[in-house]
């Protein structure tokens, strides 16, 4: 059975805002930074990996808020993969990364998100992920992809292939990744 919500621990927040902006327009754009958070998502029965929505407010309000930027500092992220029918070991292997530092741009009223992401896997390795998330009721996107010495059964765990790695370490960079979950 899988959470159906990303879980959060987080050292510390920072939000900033332009105070400018407040006052002329009524429109407070929040730029947040979460310190060294620990992220914890587990996969779905259906392979998704998040299902969550961000919704802009809605109504007249005498200040218009929004979320401009969700800002990641030193954060660890752990990655619980479904267990596939049939495997030999019904435990899942979770897959952890640390050290991730990057943003998430909303924009359009929260229907495009600019992802710049990059970390460490702890198994060793560095990634990092650049492009656009569409946070849709299925989630679909486009991708940038680069990996340097990351475990090849980490990557074969966390995204769909037609085939199964299972050792090894493998390099890439992978362009315009369009990714489309239905």
């Known amino acids: 059975q899988t959470c159906a919500?990303?879980?959060f621990?987080?050292?510390a927040v920072e939000v900033g805002f332009d105070p400018l902006q407040l006052v002329i327009n009524r429109n407070l754009r929040l730029d947040v930074t979460l310190i060294n958070p620990d992220i914890y998502i587990e996969q779905d029965s259906q392979g998704r990996w998040?299902?969550?929505?961000?919704?802009?407010?809605?109504?007249k309000a005498l200040i218009k808020t929004d979320l401009?930027?969700?800002?990641?500092?030193d954060a660890n992220l752990v990655l619980v993969p479904k267990v596939s029918v049939g495997e030999k070991n019904p435990l899942p292997v979770n897959v952890a990364f640390s050290g991730i530092n990057g943003t998430a741009k909303l924009l359009n009223q929260n229907r495009l998100i600019k992802l710049e992401l990059a970390g460490k896997a702890v198994s060793g390795g560095n990634i990092s992920i650049v492009g656009d998330l569409i946070p849709q009721k299925v989630l679909a996107g486009n991708f940038r992809l680069q990996a340097k010495n990351i475990l090849a059964a980490d990557i074969t765990r966390i995204v769909t292939l037609p085939l199964t790695l299972k050792t090894g370490r493998v390099n890439g960079d992978l362009q315009k990744?369009?990714?489309?979950h239905v």
């Open 5 to 7: 919500l990303p879980i």
């Open 9 to 11: 621990n987080t050292k």
């Open 177 to 180: 990744i369009g990714i489309a």
């Open 50 to 59: 998040l299902t969550t929505t961000i919704t802009p407010p809605t109504g």
């Open 68 to 73: 401009d930027k969700l800002r990641f500092r």
